[in-house]
């Protein structure tokens, strides 16, 4: 994220994070008693630095957290989840910036010489200059390295390992100037622009091996940590995570993190026109803490600022606010999308003079041809931006592609930085834009993303569908044909996935199984001499198969053909009833048949009509 951002005054996320961040201060101020009592005290120093840096850092945020579960909870799609993602980031910098900045005003000199105390005013410019030159020459530097390594060519590994070296040389210049090494490598990950190709890699190679390997390395690390020469425990507790907890301790560092930062975010909220719940539900998304919580205690710990109790119970008060965020998260999805009646939404009951909204999803590029043959021949008798194409890109929510989800610019809150998904992305919005010119602009593109797991990936779809208010899904088929016209084993997790749509969709679903068609022209010339045949036997989901045969026949090209199945009558009258135990059963059944019978006459009426 830009750092020079937070002086952007059209940001209401920025608003938003700066009130919740201030009331979180304002009442860390207030409980100033409380934090410094011996007994339930969170504060083992009581100083200037440790009442600001514990007030910094329950204000702050864990964005890479809130973002990962707003992901797999469906909240990016809500404008709570989406408002809750940008604010997150902007937090999170802010409080990085302010915690970068304190440890340079208030560094602890006691730990430094005689003749290195004189000299740390010296030591802050020189950091202070290094600052304005690796914000001003960072974009600069990349952006050359992204001209000469560009887009589908491998990127050269010497551009890689100079940089590697360059951050870790600036890494080292600052532990020589007295900083710590860790806001050292925060501060050069603000100077760093998101844009390009290399902060791509950079986001895909080091956070996978970072959230997978150090982290969780660096927390039991520090759960194993001795303690006992410290702060005089008793010999039992040998390790940091033998210290008991102080539930007091653990109380207190809740209840200031989040009153303090769901009062701001409402506040701040209601001036923008949000709902209370709403509000309420934003501020709790925001008391979300990850590792950069756990880095600031530890910090605190090893500088004799908290003692070992209050150490635990910070670690706890981190795991609970990963656990209440996903109830909050479930809550916010059932009142977004909450309805006092729910409307017919397909095929059959859609107007012909309102905008016709079609919903595909998509594997990959290899299924773009056959989706866009049935979007033109349907399309053909509409006006000109009456049909609205939504393309959703089902993407598989792995671990990798969990680390490299970023705050998306578009209607999703997200995007995904994997390279893989950005050059299959790519290659589908090519596509799509030549389909585009090629049917004079009288198609809408809009663009969706669907980033979940597989057991997970309907609900995405469906919720997307019911957003764009879509009277037809069309989902491709698990299988794919190979070149001597048999099917392969196909993926099992798209399988499910269209079983489950087909279960839970709000409108029509339409599988769509590839034998070839439009492969080898995109546009009207693939379906010149293209026969359509509807086998009908009866029934809602037939009306609605005939109803898109109806749409593709106005196309010039097309020839439909309708083989219609009708009972015999004779042999129904014959039949009765086995035994008078299923009679009630048996007039039931012919009653609801007799009425989808009388539909669908009236619907092959209306049929012959046009």
């Not at 060519?153 to 210049?173: D, E, H, Q, R």
Request: charged share 20%; glycine share 8%.
């Amino acid at each position: 994220m830009d750092p020079f951002s937070v002086f952007d005054t059209q940001r209401n996320d920025g608003y938003i994070t700066y009130a919740g961040m201030l009331s979180t201060l304002a009442i860390t101020a207030f409980s100033h008693k409380v934090l410094v009592n011996r007994k339930v005290g969170l504060l083992a120093e009581n100083s200037m630095r440790a009442n600001l840096g514990l007030g910094l850092a329950l204000a702050a945020t864990g964005s890479p957290m809130l973002t990962r579960l707003s992901t797999e909870l469906k909240l990016s799609k809500t404008a709570v989840g989406q408002v809750a993602i940008q604010a997150g980031i902007f937090s999170d910098m802010v409080a990085t910036s302010l915690m970068c900045l304190g440890n340079l005003i208030f560094h602890d000199d006691s730990m430094l010489s005689y003749s290195e105390q004189r000299y740390h005013p010296f030591y802050v410019a020189l950091i202070v200059v290094q600052i304005i030159i690796l914000v001003t020459a960072s974009k600069w530097v990349l952006r050359k390295i992204n001209d000469r390594n560009p887009e589908g060519k491998p990127m050269k590994g010497i551009y890689m390992i100079g940089l590697m070296t360059a951050v870790l040389s600036i890494c080292f210049l600052d532990k020589q100037l007295h900083m710590d090494i860790n806001l050292a490598s925060f501060m050069i990950g603000l100077a760093l622009p998101r844009e390009g190709r290399v902060s791509r890699l950079l986001i895909n190679n080091i956070n996978f091996f970072l959230n997978s390997v150090i982290l969780p390395v660096y927390l039991v690390n520090i759960c194993l940590s001795n303690t006992k020469f410290k702060f005089h425990l008793s010999t039992q507790v040998d390790t940091l995570i033998n210290v008991p907890l102080s539930w007091p301790k653990l109380f207190i560092s809740i209840a200031i993190g989040t009153i303090g930062k769901i009062f701001g975010t409402v506040i701040s909220a209601r001036l923008y026109g949000m709902k209370w719940l709403d509000g309420i539900a934003l501020g709790q998304l925001l008391s979300t803490k990850g590792y950069f919580h756990i880095f600031c205690a530890y910090e605190a710990w090893n500088h004799l600022m908290i003692n070992d109790s209050t150490f635990v119970a910070l670690l706890y008060m981190i795991f609970v606010t990963l656990a209440i965020t996903p109830l909050v998260g479930y809550g916010i999805a059932a009142w977004a999308r909450r309805k006092a009646m729910s409307r017919l939404m397909g095929l059959q009951f859609h107007m012909s003079e309102a905008e016709l909204r079609l919903m595909v999803g998509l594997h990959g590029p290899q299924n773009l041809p056959i989706m866009l043959t049935l979007v033109e021949a349907v399309r053909w008798n509409k006006e000109p931006g009456k049909v609205t194409l939504y393309t959703t890109d089902m993407i598989e929510l792995t671990e990798h592609a969990a680390v490299t989800l970023i705050k998306g610019d578009g209607q999703e809150g997200i995007e995904v930085m994997d390279e893989e998904v950005l050059e299959m992305r790519n290659h589908i919005g090519g596509a799509l834009n030549m389909f585009q010119k090629k049917s004079n602009d009288e198609v809408n593109m809009r663009r969706l993303l669907a980033v979940s797991s597989f057991d997970d990936m309907d609900r995405d779809i469906c919720m997307c569908a019911d957003d764009v208010k879509a009277v037809l899904i069309i989902l491709p088929f698990h299988k794919s044909q190979r070149i001597d016209g048999s099917m392969n084993t196909g993926h099992a997790g798209f399988k499910l996935v269209n079983e489950k749509v087909l279960q839970h969709a709000p409108c029509s679903v339409g599988i769509m199984v590839d034998r070839g068609l439009g492969h080898t022209n995109q546009g009207s010339h693939s379906l010149v001499g293209k026969n359509v045949v509807i086998v009908f036997i009866g029934g809602g989901d037939d009306r609605e198969a005939l109803t898109l045969a109806t749409q593709m026949c106005q196309h010039p090209a097309i020839k439909l053909t309708v083989i219609r199945f009708l009972p015999d009558v004779e042999a129904l009258v014959r039949e009765s009833p086995r035994s008078h135990k299923f009679s009630n059963f048996t007039q039931t059944f012919v009653s609801k048949e007799d009425v989808q019978m009388q539909l669908d006459n009236e619907f092959f009426a209306d049929f012959y009509n046009q």
